[in-house]
């Protein structure tokens, strides 16, 4: 059965970085795309950044740009997401999720399973 879990948020800082892990089962990593999207209070949920299934090609949206790197880890399952330079307004519960395909896709209408979600708190 296919499970994400997200793990690695918490409080931080401006400026601070975190470092968010999704451990992926029940499917093989080789095959499908990844995205990590944030949902904060009131808004809607926005895709952050996805690694398609090969790994060699990855996508950010603008915000967080030069900020974030999105990474995998076939051998362990998981798929991490490198957060620096981190700002209040990237305060949000972050989700990792399974796409349908093996390309990427900033839309959450494309992904098929979520993770629980992990709290990352931005704040002095």
């Known amino acids: 059965q296919v499970q994400l879990v997200e793990s690695g948020g918490g409080l931080v800082q401006p400026g601070g970085s975190l470092r968010l892990s999704c451990a992926t089962s029940g499917f093989s990593l080789d095959s499908y795309a990844i995205g990590w999207f944030r949902q904060a209070p009131g808004k809607e949920r926005e895709g952050v950044s996805c690694?398609?299934?090969?790994?060699?090609?990855?996508h950010y949206t603008d915000s967080v740009k030069g900020r974030f790197t999105i990474s995998r880890d076939s051998a362990n399952n998981t798929v991490y997401l490198e957060m620096n330079n981190l700002k209040a307004e990237d305060t949000a519960v972050y989700y990792c999720a399974k796409r349908i395909h093996f390309s990427c896709s900033p839309y959450a209408s494309g992904y098929q399973y979520w993770g629980q979600g992990t709290q990352v708190t931005v704040s002095s």
């Open positions: 690694i398609s299934e090969s790994g060699d090609s990855t």
